[in-house]
């Protein structure tokens, strides 16, 4: 079994719970920390599930984490099914600094979702030539949780991912997502001084045939009902614009391809971007694509809570930002801007 019990305070490991008192040694602890000292290598995640499903008990009461237990108290346990330690024959662990990562970039949780705000560079699964991804890591760190993607990110595009922790998550958000109740903004940066005010792309997209194991996607009449709306934030004369994202279908490389075909190709997008510019801003210390989801929200069917999200331009992109109205000032160039959010 992957955890060791405390000798003082066994938990239950069989069909029945369990009652333990506390230690005179024990007295004044947060009652979080003494079970995750009595459930050794237990993810911490089971123990928080377990005290907010009410399973385990003070005094016959139920109890928060950060209660304090006092020498005597009766702590009922309940059953816990031993982990078992998972095959390392053929198997790659996920690095112990990706995981630590990972769960550090976690900003909400609860019974159904996770919340990640994803760093550009790390990918969402494995795959072409990578050993883990988030959801890899996340895995690894919660072994007894079914985690699934809810939705995708391309690798350098940053900003909140949603994972659910289980299959009944899955299927809920699955469902919002195809019927359109999940409203995500993006934040990029794009080419030359927008002058569409706010628009729709609605160009259906067709995933070509991979190339060197990458996918290429072309605006095709055969392909897939594809729309994005952009909407103006912020204009760096004519050197670029800053414009908040609406995805209306979520296709594989959908800003991308459509803000290109719209005569303004993203920043930093060496596919479908524009080798000049993305030369241009790479001199301002752009490394990467300029392409942020920046919030999302939704209602959750199952409690009829009200979700919302959001994260803020990462330091990398911000720092492009600032050096391009530094230069708008200078020249009195450009028109006023909306820094960070939409309008």
Same mark, same amino acid.
């Given at each position: 079994?992957?955890?060791?019990?405390?000798?003082?305070?066994?938990?239950?490991?069989? =069909?029945?719970?369990?009652?333990?008192?506390?230690?005179?040694?024990?007295?004044?602890?947060?009652?979080?920390?003494?079970?995750?000292?009595?459930?050794?290598?237990?993810? $911490?995640?089971?123990?928080?599930?377990?005290?907010?499903?009410?399973?385990?008990?003070?005094?016959?009461?139920?109890? $928060?984490?950060?209660?304090?237990?006092?020498?005597?108290?009766?702590?009922? %346990?309940?059953?816990?099914?031993?982990?078992?330690?998972?095959?390392?024959?053929?198997?790659?662990?996920?690095?112990?600094?990706?995981?630590?990562?990972?769960?550090?970039?976690?900003?909400?949780?609860?019974d159904d979702l996770l919340v990640v705000a994803k760093p550009s560079g790390l990918a969402v699964h494995g795959g072409s030539g990578l050993s883990h991804g988030l959801i890899e890591a996340l895995r690894a760190s919660r072994p007894n949780e079914e985690l699934e993607l809810a939705h995708r990110l391309d690798r350098d595009t940053s900003g909140l991912l949603v994972v659910a922790r289980n299959?009944?998550?899955?299927?809920?958000?699955?469902?919002?997502?195809?019927?359109?109740?999940?409203?995500?903004?993006?934040?990029?940066?794009?080419?030359?001084?927008?002058?569409?005010?706010?628009?729709?792309?609605?160009?259906?997209?067709?995933?070509?045939? =991979?190339?060197?194991?990458?996918?290429?996607?072309?605006?095709?009449?055969?392909?897939?009902?594809?729309?994005?709306?952009?909407?103006?934030?912020?204009?760096?004369?004519?050197?670029?614009?800053?414009?908040?994202?609406?995805?209306?279908?979520? =296709?594989?490389?959908?800003?991308?391809?459509?803000?290109?075909?719209?005569?303004?190709?993203?920043?930093?997008?060496?596919?479908?971007?524009?080798?000049?510019?993305?030369?241009?801003?790479?001199?301002?210390?752009?490394?990467? %694509?300029?392409?942020?989801?920046?919030?999302?929200?939704?209602?959750?069917?199952?409690?009829?809570?009200?979700?919302?999200?959001?994260?803020?331009?990462?330091?990398?992109?911000?720092?492009?930002?600032?050096?391009?109205?530094?230069?708008?000032?200078? $020249?009195?160039?450009?028109?006023?801007?909306?820094?960070?959010?939409?309008?």
């Amino acid at each position: 079994m992957s955890y060791e019990s405390n000798p003082e305070s066994p938990p239950a490991t069989g =069909r029945k719970a369990s009652h333990v008192k506390v230690a005179e040694g024990d007295d004044g602890q947060r009652l979080d920390n003494w079970l995750i000292r009595a459930f050794k290598g237990l993810p $911490k995640s089971r123990v928080y599930r377990l005290l907010r499903k009410g399973e385990v008990r003070v005094n016959g009461k139920r109890a $928060k984490p950060e209660q304090r237990v006092a020498a005597g108290d009766d702590i009922r %346990l309940p059953p816990i099914r031993p982990v078992e330690e998972a095959p390392t024959t053929g198997v790659r662990r996920a690095p112990s600094g990706l995981v630590e990562a990972v769960e550090a970039a976690i900003i909400h949780q609860d019974d159904d979702l996770l919340v990640v705000a994803k760093p550009s560079g790390l990918a969402v699964h494995g795959g072409s030539g990578l050993s883990h991804g988030l959801i890899e890591a996340l895995r690894a760190s919660r072994p007894n949780e079914e985690l699934e993607l809810a939705h995708r990110l391309d690798r350098d595009t940053s900003g909140l991912l949603v994972v659910a922790r289980n299959r009944p998550a899955l299927r809920v958000m699955h469902q919002l997502l195809r019927d359109g109740q999940v409203e995500k903004q993006y934040l990029t940066l794009v080419k030359g001084s927008w002058n569409l005010g706010k628009k729709t792309i609605d160009a259906p997209l067709d995933t070509e045939a =991979r190339t060197a194991g990458e996918r290429v996607v072309r605006v095709k009449a055969s392909g897939k009902e594809s729309t994005t709306t952009f909407t103006p934030v912020d204009f760096f004369g004519a050197r670029a614009s800053m414009l908040s994202v609406d995805l209306g279908t979520g =296709r594989t490389h959908q800003i991308r391809v459509h803000a290109a075909f719209a005569g303004h190709p993203v920043a930093g997008d060496d596919k479908y971007g524009d080798h000049a510019f993305n030369a241009e801003m790479k001199e301002l210390g752009l490394k990467r %694509l300029f392409l942020h989801a920046q919030s999302l929200s939704f209602e959750w069917p199952r409690s009829h809570k009200n979700y919302s999200f959001s994260q803020p331009l990462p330091e990398d992109l911000s720092s492009v930002i600032d050096q391009l109205a530094a230069t708008r000032r200078k $020249k009195g160039t450009g028109r006023p801007r909306h820094r960070g959010r939409a309008r």
